[in-house]
């Protein structure tokens, strides 16, 4: 039997990526948040 997680970086930055969550209002607004608390990295697949 084999792991449940493959990690892709192309399917992360697809789901998770910056211009995925710039697209909603929502994803905006996490993005405003993070931004707030002084996360290092924005999203999961920015540097």
């Not at 697209?23 to 540097?47: E, F, H, P, Y």
Request: glycine content about 6%; charged content about 40%; cysteine-free.
């Amino acid at each position: 039997m084999s792991q449940t997680y493959q990690p892709k970086k192309r399917k992360r930055a697809k789901a998770h990526g910056f211009l995925v969550r710039s697209r909603t209002k929502t994803g905006r607004n996490t993005l405003l948040r993070r931004r707030r608390k002084g996360r290092k990295a924005i999203t999961t697949v920015s540097k």
